[in-house]
């Protein structure tokens, strides 16, 4: 019998819990930013970088309700997702996914969990929504 391995003292642990990522909504859902791209009547694609939150297994970005990606996804749900930097640079390949508008009362788990998943700036996010009752909308994103 062996004995169980053991960390190097010099490895240090953290409070995140370390799990398995297999599938793509798993590895988009703990994105910091993701690629959001939708596409114009005629194919053009429009590639916009947002926050993403996972809630079961859909992704979930909140965005202004009057923005050009709200008309696009309203009109026709393609659309395509990847990880990305800040400023949208792509960190991976792009998958075919749908997106739809949810919701006004889907609201509310949205900013709850932008304001877990992004510390300061999440919870910044949701009081200002709070406080202004500024317009903002909930999407969801499906990949196949």
Do not use: H
């Amino acid at each position: 019998m062996t004995a169980p391995a053991r960390l190097p003292s010099s490895a240090k642990v953290t409070g995140r819990s370390v799990r398995s990522v297999t599938k793509p909504v798993d590895v988009l859902g703990e994105a910091n930013y993701v690629l959001l791209t939708t596409f114009r009547k005629d194919g053009t694609p429009v590639p916009t970088p947002v926050w993403v939150v996972r809630i079961g297994d859909e992704l979930r970005v909140w965005t202004i309700r009057d923005s050009g990606k709200v008309k696009r996804i309203r009109r026709a749900g393609r659309a395509q997702i990847a990880p990305c930097t800040f400023r949208g640079k792509p960190r991976g390949l792009s998958i075919d996914a749908t997106a739809r508008m949810l919701p006004d009362s889907e609201a509310p788990a949205v900013l709850d969990a932008l304001a877990s998943k992004y510390g300061f700036r999440g919870w910044w996010t949701k009081m200002m929504q709070r406080f202004t009752g500024d317009t903002r909308a909930v999407i969801g994103v499906t990949i196949p």
